[in-house]
């Protein structure tokens, strides 16, 4: 029988124009057309400039703090369902606020299900993300959500590089299971940094377990922001007499002091993915695109292929 699917539109959010013309070239459309009007007090309206009727929509936008990011998302979806999208796919490379997925003390909200019920509130009928902060957060969901693991990019690199005696390192206890995930596709040892904070974002004390003399180190984690864990775990690392430490973490937030943190440290390279534009260069920095994995992900969603070869781990 003829295949009569009508072919699916990309529509970017400000913040993620980059990449999202990426995924589009590697898709094989063009960008859709949307503008974005802004009033003199801040407030912003998004425009379709073209028929989306009937049709499936993927919206890319990576949702990193300041709200508006989250906003624009949300204004776009709405937009979409009153224009009568058939289905509105809200690609979020970086699924922000996502750290806050659990009651850690009394009186604070769970902004990850909030977002998620924000999000499915204005319309969105399916989620593509990558490396979320935690896992469980796709259970705050009642559409389907399709988690992508950037191990997809990040192996072949680790591996082209060709490391002796390689060790994989979680920068906290939180961070085991991927790391150990890592160690089984890599067939290496691993090691893990106990920290304690003294408030977020501030260390008071990290301690290593494991042994890292000799061994050449890849600290893996989902996110970067200030840098402040992975720069003292991998001085300490090279205290303990590694040979080298890298790092890669798929989300670049890079906040504060971030980029001094980086330069002055022992780090080798911090290896990331593009899914939140860096807001400077770094010689330390080593960028993997990751429009080529939500290309392929997007196209088989929309033609009913499989995508579990996107579940490395």
Same mark, same amino acid.
């Given at each position: 029988?003829?295949?009569?699917?009508?072919?699916?539109?990309?529509?970017?959010?400000?913040?993620?124009?980059?990449?999202?013309?990426?995924?589009?070239?590697?898709?094989?459309?063009?960008?859709?057309?949307?503008?974005?009007?802004?009033?003199?007090?801040?407030?912003?309206?998004?425009?379709?400039?073209?028929?989306i009727?009937?049709?499936?929509?993927?919206?890319?936008?990576?949702?990193?703090?300041g709200?508006?990011?989250?906003?624009?998302?949300?204004?776009?979806?709405?937009?979409?369902?009153?224009?009568?999208?058939?289905?509105?796919?809200?690609?979020m490379?970086?699924?922000?606020?996502?750290?806050q997925?659990?009651?850690? =003390?009394?009186? !604070?909200? *769970?902004?990850? %299900?909030?977002? @998620? &019920?924000?999000?499915?509130?204005?319309?969105?009928?399916? +989620?593509?993300?990558?490396?979320?902060?935690?896992?469980?957060?796709?259970?705050?969901?009642?559409?389907?959500?399709?988690?992508?693991?950037?191990?997809?990019?990040?192996?072949?690199?680790?591996?082209?590089?060709?490391?002796?005696?390689?060790?994989?390192?979680?920068?906290?206890?939180?961070?085991?299971?991927?790391?150990?995930?890592?160690s089984?596709?890599? =067939?290496?040892? !691993?090691? *893990?940094?106990? %920290?304690?904070? @003294? &408030?977020?974002n501030?260390?008071?004390?990290?301690?290593? +377990?494991?042994?890292?003399?000799?061994?050449?180190?890849?600290?893996?984690?989902?996110?970067?922001?200030?840098?402040?864990?992975?720069?003292?775990?991998?001085?300490?690392?090279?205290?303990?007499g590694?040979?080298?430490?890298?790092?890669?973490?798929?989300?670049?937030?890079?906040?504060?002091?971030?980029?001094e943190?980086?330069?002055?440290?022992?780090?080798?390279?911090?290896? !990331?993915t593009?899914?939140?534009?860096l807001?400077?260069?770094?010689?330390?920095l080593?960028?993997?695109?990751?429009?080529?994995?939500?290309?392929?992900?997007?196209?088989?969603?929309?033609?009913?292929?499989?995508?579990?070869?996107?579940?490395?781990?």
């Open positions: 029988m003829p295949n009569n699917t009508i072919e699916a539109k990309v529509f970017p959010c400000t913040q993620s124009k980059d990449l999202a013309e990426q995924i589009a070239d590697a898709y094989g459309v063009k960008l859709g057309k949307v503008i974005t009007s802004t009033y003199s007090d801040g407030e912003f309206q998004p425009s379709y400039e073209e028929s009727r009937g049709t499936r929509i993927f919206i890319i936008g990576s949702t990193h703090p709200p508006q990011n989250l906003m624009e998302m949300l204004l776009m979806i709405d937009a979409a369902k009153r224009a009568s999208a058939r289905h509105i796919t809200a690609v490379p970086y699924f922000g606020w996502a750290r997925d659990r009651k850690d =003390k009394p009186r !604070v909200p *769970i902004a990850a %299900k909030l977002v @998620a &019920k924000m999000l499915e509130a204005a319309g969105a009928t399916r +989620i593509i993300t990558m490396d979320l902060h935690a896992d469980q957060i796709q259970g705050f969901f009642e559409k389907p959500v399709d988690h992508l693991y950037a191990s997809t990019i990040f192996l072949p690199y680790l591996k082209s590089l060709n490391l002796d005696n390689l060790t994989v390192a979680s920068p906290d206890m939180g961070g085991s299971k991927r790391a150990y995930a890592y089984k596709a890599l =067939k290496s040892d !691993v090691v *893990i940094c106990y %920290k304690q904070r @003294a &408030k977020a501030v260390i008071s004390h990290m301690e290593l +377990i494991g042994d890292v003399t000799g061994k050449n180190v890849v600290l893996v984690d989902d996110m970067v922001d200030t840098a402040g864990t992975l720069t003292k775990a991998a001085d300490l690392m090279m205290e303990r590694a040979k080298s430490v890298r790092a890669i973490c798929t989300h670049p937030i890079l906040s504060g002091s971030a980029y943190r980086l330069e002055n440290s022992k780090l080798e390279e911090l290896i !990331v593009n899914s939140i534009p807001k400077q260069e770094s010689k330390k080593r960028v993997l695109n990751c429009a080529e994995l939500f290309a392929e992900v997007m196209y088989n969603v929309h033609h009913n292929k499989s995508i579990s070869n996107k579940f490395v781990m």
